[in-house]
């Protein structure tokens, strides 16, 4: 399944919340916010492909907001 299909399918309305609010649980940038994970690395799991669960539909997510260079459409959301 190609990865709008998939956000589209699974898209849960406070998932844009949790953005920017919970963190990656592992790896190089472990305890950083899904929001501001690098587009170089939401890339790497576009390509080698996201985990299961909601922890993959949150970087699939991120990543077509970071390709399509919407970043700052989360900026209200950080306030909250």
Same mark, same amino acid.
């Given at each position: ?14 998932? =844009?919340? $949790? +953005? ?11 305890? &950083?916010?899904?929001? @501001? ?17 909601? =922890?993959? $539909? +949150? ?11 919407? &970043?700052?459409?989360? @900026? ?5």
């Amino acid at each position: 399944m190609n990865i709008e299909r998939r956000v589209r399918k699974e898209m849960d309305p406070q998932d =844009l919340q $949790r +953005l920017v609010t919970q963190t990656m649980p592992y790896g190089k940038y472990k305890d &950083r916010l899904i929001a @501001d994970l690098p587009g170089h690395y939401l890339a790497w799991f576009a390509r080698e492909g996201f985990p299961e669960g909601k =922890l993959g $539909r +949150l970087l699939a997510l991120m990543h077509e907001i970071d390709h399509n260079n919407l &970043r700052s459409l989360l @900026d209200p959301l950080r306030s909250r």
